[in-house]
């Protein structure tokens, strides 16, 4: 009798035992599985989402499988006091993980995981909400003090989706739109980057302070974004450092041509040109960079300094393709309409085997400079 209690004791530690173990991988039985989507936002952002993707199975979705609005579940915390919204999947909560802050139909929201629930409505919004609470098992533990966030969005009408399923439906260089898909239903939210910038000057700093940071190409690139969107603090930072930085520095025409495109965005032309003074004069400096740069200048107004720019590089690379050409707008640009002629007759002599594009241009051009016209 004894030896019968200790064995059943044995038996049922045995069993509490086995029962805390993970079940073995079987092959599913039918019902919702997991499921999981990522989506990138603007090369540095990401959106994760995992559910449970319940099928249809021929029946009514919204307003019988699924209730309108707030509901009390009849388990965990939801109760009349405390409604629950839909779990906006199966089983365990849906989640989305944000790597960065988010703006979810225009309201911010910080990086993170959250919970994701739905109450449908019959007719107008549906509301859409995104929890603190993100690891219970469906929306039976739902606490409204715990929304971190709430939106209203409007359903659309879909055909018919067996699945219940999450397709990000549009994409932009800094936000996507994500559905909930089910039954005769889709419900599209738009997801963006709170701050784009912040978001790639910080993933830049982060790239430049690792491996990344071990070339000047790199530095160069870095430069220019930040440039291109205001940063220009950190822009001239980089681009010093790809001229002259540790292990790394190249003073040659990218580089230095990089520092003066940062300086004119900054508003410090007279710096800028005076690099790019210098940076004519070193390798990468070819007849076609320099002859850009002096049509840059004549784009900015400065028709004498442009010329100064062409004559250099026509003596420089000895009347190398494009730089007659080259002459032929500084010239033109100060309204020396003979020489400017001259220079483009010359132009048009050494135009480079298989260009079919420049002939006919410096055909208009010279009938305008015979016109007395500026071709620039």
Do not use: C
Request: aromatic share 10%; no cysteine.
């Amino acid at each position: 009798m004894n030896y019968n209690r200790k064995f059943l004791g044995m038996l049922a530690l045995s069993l509490i035992s086995f029962a805390g173990l993970a079940q073995l991988s079987t092959p599913p039985g039918g019902g919702s599985q997991r499921s999981y989507v990522r989506q990138h936002i603007g090369g540095v952002g990401t959106v994760a989402i995992e559910y449970s993707s319940p099928g249809a199975r021929g029946r009514t979705i919204y307003g019988a499988v699924v209730p309108y609005g707030f509901n009390n579940l009849g388990f965990g915390l939801s109760s009349a006091d405390n409604p629950s919204p839909w779990r906006a999947g199966a089983d365990q909560n849906t989640t989305f993980t944000f790597s960065h802050a988010m703006k979810i139909e225009g309201k911010e929201i910080p990086a993170g995981t959250y919970g994701f629930f739905v109450a449908p409505a019959q007719d107008g919004p549906w509301t859409v909400i995104f929890s603190k609470d993100n690891n219970h098992w469906g929306s039976f533990f739902y606490k409204e003090e715990n929304d971190a966030l709430r939106v209203e969005v409007a359903a659309e009408d879909a055909s018919v989706h067996e699945w219940l399923t999450f397709e990000f439906i549009d994409r932009t260089n800094t936000s996507t739109t994500v559905a909930l898909i089910w039954g005769d239903k889709k419900l599209p939210v738009k997801i963006e980057l709170a701050d784009p910038v912040e978001a790639h000057m910080t993933q830049l700093t982060a790239e430049l302070n690792n491996q990344l940071g071990f070339s000047f190409q790199n530095y160069v690139a870095a430069a220019r974004y930040a440039s291109s969107v205001g940063e220009h603090d950190q822009a001239l930072q980089w681009a010093d450092a790809a001229i002259s930085g540790p292990f790394v520095g190249q003073k040659n025409w990218g580089t230095m041509s990089t520092k003066a495109a940062v300086l004119t965005a900054a508003g410090q032309a007279d710096e800028a040109q005076t690099v790019m003074d210098e940076a004519i004069k070193l390798p990468g400096a070819n007849a076609g960079a320099i002859h850009q740069y002096g049509r840059q200048l004549i784009a900015a107004g400065k028709a004498d300094k442009a010329l100064e720019i062409f004559k250099y590089n026509q003596k420089t690379n000895e009347g190398a393709w494009p730089t007659n050409y080259g002459l032929a707008r500084g010239y033109s640009a100060v309204g020396n309409y003979k020489q400017a002629l001259k220079y483009l007759k010359l132009a048009k002599a050494n135009i480079p085997a298989g260009d079919t594009l420049n002939g006919p241009i410096i055909d208009q051009n010279i009938e305008k400079l015979e016109k007395g016209e500026d071709i620039n």
